[in-house]
């Protein structure tokens, strides 16, 4: 199993909105619905942010918002923030019962 | 509110085997899969394994020859093995809870997401 693609890095000033993809195929992002994206400061535990595609934990922000088209997730975050500078990995279910993970996008809020 | 910590030798020796612990508080370890995730310095996150509470598991192919997941229930802990390691085995590991459609996992049923995790452990290989 290889790990899903996302783009090195990604920039934007505050107020504005930005989008990650997470690129993988047919026999994982394009297979299943089970897509979860994860939010990590440095030096802390990654925390999830979205799961099963578009769907948010209690309690989060609703300037986070994922989709999927095809093979390729995507992770929008609306209203850029100071704190939503981090790293961020999606995760997609590959069958078998097994998991893999993006290379990770870092966030700069300019 | 969940609460998972990681614990164990912060260097191991090439050759030896990584041991490490998570245990669970603020909840039971009951009807949820626990996964070890690890994260090499300056780089991504890779799933090692899960362990479901009453036992059964699975393992990243690419590490299953080296990985061994248990859990004891009575502690509410579940541990990590892994041999003969490699400068390669250096990482940040972590800890996490499965959660299923509806939140509590049902036997065969598919992790839908990671949503609580522990702080994390550096374990270094070196002599």
């Known amino acids: 199993q290889s790990a899903l693609t996302q783009p090195a890095s990604v920039s934007g000033s505050p107020g504005q909105s930005i989008t990650i993809s997470c690129t993988g195929t047919?026999?994982?992002?394009?297979?299943?619905?089970?897509v979860s994206w994860y939010q990590q400061h440095p030096g802390k535990a990654p925390k999830l942010m979205i799961y099963e595609g578009s769907k948010r934990p209690s309690g989060l922000s609703n300037r986070f918002s994922g989709s999927k088209s095809g093979n390729t997730a995507s992770l929008t975050i609306s209203g850029l923030q100071a704190e939503d500078e981090a790293d961020y990995y999606c995760c997609s279910y590959v069958g078998s019962s097994t998991w893999v993970f993006g290379g990770g996008t870092k966030l700069t809020v300019l | 509110q969940v609460q998972l910590q990681e614990s164990g030798p912060g260097l191991v020796k090439p050759s030896e085997t990584l041991s490490l612990t998570c245990t669970v508080s603020g909840g039971s370890i009951s009807h949820y899969y626990w996964s070890w995730i690890r994260q090499p310095p300056g780089k991504g996150l890779e799933w090692i394994g899960y362990i479901y509470y009453s036992g059964s598991t699975n393992y990243n192919p690419s590490l299953k020859s080296r990985v061994t997941i248990s859990v004891d229930t009575s502690k509410n802990q579940f541990s990590l093995k892994l041999s003969s390691v490699t400068a390669a085995d250096t990482a940040v590991y972590y800890c996490?809870?499965?959660?299923?459609?509806?939140?509590?996992?049902?036997?065969?049923?598919?992790?839908?997401?990671?949503?609580?995790w522990g702080q994390g452990t550096l374990v270094t290989v070196s002599s």
């Open positions: 047919s026999s994982d992002v394009g297979n299943y619905n089970l």
């Open positions: 996490a809870r499965g959660g299923c459609s509806g939140g509590i996992c049902y036997p065969y049923d598919t992790i839908y997401y990671f949503d609580y």
